[in-house]
């Protein structure tokens, strides 16, 4: 059976979580508007900057700072064009930072399939960003 559109993008998702250089949460995101990938990323260092792999995670609190979100480095990618009323599909629920970047640059669509622990839902503020949740185990 030939899978959906939904299913396919957010297995390309996972696909860019492989490349993650932070060991504590490999998530990868991918832009998608029109059915073409604008713009995709993972959760890693800053260029030129040491990856947690190489140098360990940089921990404040419960978070790794060292690294650059998944979905920040997925709408570095994109023209603002690219992003206004594109799709993104994520491994894990943006976090609320990744949350407000998602609906300042337009992005009309999230699809994530991963929960993860949020103290305030800002996607409920805008109500014309459609979240989905597509469950998966990986």
């Known amino acids: 059976m030939r899978k959906d559109w939904d299913d396919y993008f957010i297995d390309i998702a996972f696909q860019v979580a492989e490349r993650s250089t932070c060991p504590r949460r490999r998530v990868g995101a991918v832009i998608v508007k029109d059915k073409r990938i604008k ?3 993972y959760n890693g260092s800053p ?3 040491p990856h947690c792999i190489d140098e360990g995670c940089l921990m404040v609190g419960d978070h790794c700072v060292r690294t650059i979100h998944a979905e920040i ?3 570095l990618e994109c023209m603002p064009d690219e992003r206004r009323g594109a799709t993104i599909y994520v491994t894990d629920r943006p976090c609320a930072e990744c949350t407000k970047c998602i609906i300042n640059c337009g992005i009309s669509r999230v699809v994530f399939a991963r929960e993860y622990p949020v103290e ?5 503020l805008a109500p014309w960003v459609e979240v989905l949740f597509l ?3 990986d």
């Open 120 to 124: 305030h839902d800002w996607f409920a």
């Open 73 to 75: 480095n997925a709408l």
């Open 47 to 49: 260029s030129g900057l």
């Open 39 to 41: 713009g995709t990323g």
């Open 135 to 137: 469950p998966r185990d």
